[in-house]
């Protein structure tokens, strides 16, 4: 069914193979086979991202100054197909692109060696810091408002007023909790006009997921899944970190026992992130390493319990109650964060 998309990058339409890889909650990805090489086939999805072009010009403004100031740095780009573009436009209108797929690397869904953390934080990390001379603002803004907390919260407090009357019935006791977060809202608007905060090049989706590891040697090589790559504050990729790799189980996860908070991959995450950004940060900056934890998985929480009280617009559900496990697992690992919140002080200043 994609024969005539990749006609358009010189693979031959009769004769490749495809099945659906990976498991993003956004955009739709096939690994593609022909002719012995690989590739990774991907469709933007145009309900989230309204602007496809953005995201592509993005990628290409980033692999220009890379291949300028850092050549030996693995940036994974979209292949220039014949039409002289990185993108596809199918006759639906559909967004379409096609990447290599770097040979000997894989990536992984859940974090289960503190190393896979260090790993994977020293990227996030690495990425922003070489781009601190790159001028953040000439990125197109993807997804506008991405994390602004404050908006979450705002959206939040709409869908408990207008969403489904059942659903917000049987989540008073979410709702209550989330509610009484809101102060967290508050801390962000304090970032937001705190003139020691820097604008920079930040991934917006930290998962680890998002990172290549090397086959070989389960060392880190670069990040992925670009399409959030925007400005934005080091808070939104260190918390959201800190809300994926502490958990030994993920956002899905129906059993909340199961969610604990690992001091030692607490302390790999520092590790990995400040061994590349402890010069570009400023003092102040730091203070916030364990509010943006807070941040990221509130933020998350107010995310998935909006689409549940809307009906599931947003994010893909595989059953029914999908999007309430997920924004209960994620005030379940609110709660453990906060408790360990003092631990995790001593920690960071060690
Ligand atoms: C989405 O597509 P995926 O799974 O990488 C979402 C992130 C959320 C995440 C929660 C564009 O990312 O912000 O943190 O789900 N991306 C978008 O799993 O909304
Ligand atoms: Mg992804």
Known sequence: MFGSILSLYGIDESEYSVKPFGNGLINHTWKIISAGKEFLLQKINQKIFKRPVDIMENCSQL????????????????????????????????????????????????????????EAAKQ??????????????????????????????????????????????????????LLKQDALAGTFE????????????????????????????????CVIDLDTVMPGYYISDVGDMLRTYLSPVSEEEPDFNRIVIREEYFREIAKGYLGEMQLSLSPEEKQYFIYAGKFAIY????????????????????????????????????????????????????
């Open 63 to 118: 692999s220009d100054y890379f291949r300028t100031n850092n050549p030996d740095y693995l940036f994974v780009t979209p292949l220039i197909n014949f039409k002289h573009r990185n993108y596809v436009v199918d006759e639906e209108n559909n967004y379409f692109r096609l990447f290599p797929f770097v040979k000997n690397s894989y990536t992984c869904n859940s974090v289960s060696k503190p190393g896979q953390a260090y």
């Open 124 to 177: 996030f990390g690495k990425f922003t810091s070489l781009l601190s001379r790159f001028n953040a603002s000439k990125l197109h803004i993807t997804v506008p408002d991405f994390h602004n907390l404050t908006l979450r919260l705002d959206q939040f407090k709409v869908s408990i007023q207008t969403g489904n009357r059942n659903r917000i019935e049987e989540t008073g006791e979410a709702i209550d909790f």
């Open 190 to 221: 304090k970032i937001k006009k705190n003139p020691s905060f820097t604008l920079r090049v930040v991934h917006h989706d930290a998962k680890i997921n998002n990172v290549l590891f090397d086959i070989g040697n389960d060392v880190g090589l």
């Open 299 to 350: 933020m998350q929480a107010l995310r998935f319990l909006t689409d549940y009280l809307c009906d599931d617009i947003y994010y893909s559900t595989k059953y029914r109650n999908q999007n309430l496990i997920r924004a209960n697992n994620q005030i379940t690992l609110l709660q453990r964060y906060l408790e360990k919140e003092n631990r995790l002080n001593e920690i960071l200043n060690s």
